[in-house]
T-cell receptor
Framework: DVKVTQSSRYLVKRTGEKVFLECVQDMDHENMFWYRQDPGLGLRLIYFSYDVKMKEKGDIPEGYSVSREKKERFSLILESASTNQTSMYLC?????????????FGDGTRLSIL | AQKITQTQPGMFVQEKEAVTLDCTYDTSDQSYGLFWYKQPSSGEMIFLIYQGSYDEQNATEGRYSLNFQKARKSANLVISASQLGDSAMYFCAMRGAYSSASKIIFGSGTRLSIRP
């Protein structure tokens, strides 16, 4: 089974802090994704990566950056956390470009910015 | 632009009844794929079922089936004989033919509650 592991289930940080959310997958997938989930809005794509050191902006990249130095690890960085970044963050990976392969998700990180 | 619409924010269903969760989509792609995910209160996203736009038959996976009506651009999820463990958020999602790096867009979700 594919395993996508997010480093924290719950995280509390203060406004202005630099926050790192880590995600590791164990199935050698090329593609990795970061989403945020807010009530009534579904999942919105922040950034994604289709290869090591490659990244592309999703729909809501403002205030975030990402890093992919190794194939299995994809990090989301909040450069200067703000209260409107309080949300559920989900990491996902998938093995192919398109096709019928679903994305596999981690358990999510509930981030609160005080 | 691609879009997924789920018009039911919440639903209550009696245990053992069948339930249909609505999903409509908008795309100009000729080739695309549709997914349904389940998210229990614990937070993880569980893949349920997939339908390709060129698949001639509706997809089925155990108690889950997808009522795919291409001309109406709808892809409703049908859960037969609902169980208490089916209580969760359900998301419809779509991948276009030319989606970069397997991008998927999601609807806003439907919260399903099963009454005993």
């Amino acid at each position: 089974d594919v395993k996508v592991t997010q480093s924290s289930r719950y995280l509390v940080k203060r406004t202005g802090e630099k926050v790192f959310l880590e995600c590791v997958q164990d199935m050698d997938h090329e593609n990795m994704f970061w989403y945020r989930q807010d009530p009534g809005l579904g999942l919105r794509l922040i950034y994604f990566s289709y290869d090591v050191k490659m990244k592309e902006k999703g729909d809501i990249p403002e205030g975030y950056s990402v890093s992919r130095e190794k194939k299995e690890r994809f990090s989301l960085i909040l450069e200067s956390a703000s209260t409107n970044q309080t949300s559920m963050y989900l990491c996902a990976s998938s093995p192919t470009l398109g096709g019928n392969q679903p994305q596999h998700f981690g358990d999510g990180t509930r981030l609160s910015i005080l | 632009a691609q879009k997924i619409t789920q018009t039911q924010p919440g639903m209550f269903v009696q245990e053992k009844e069948a339930v249909t969760l609505d999903c409509t989509y908008d795309t100009s792609d000729q080739s695309y794929g549709l997914f349904w995910y389940k998210q229990p209160s614990s937070g993880e996203m569980i893949f349920l079922i997939y339908q390709g736009s060129y698949d001639e038959q509706n997809a089925t996976e155990g108690r889950y089936s997808l009522n795919f009506q291409k001309a109406r651009k709808s892809a409703n999820l049908v859960i037969s004989a609902s169980q208490l463990g089916d209580s969760a958020m359900y998301f419809c999602a779509m991948r276009g033919a030319y989606s970069s790096a397997s991008k998927i867009i999601f609807g806003s979700g439907t919260r399903l509650s099963i009454r005993p």
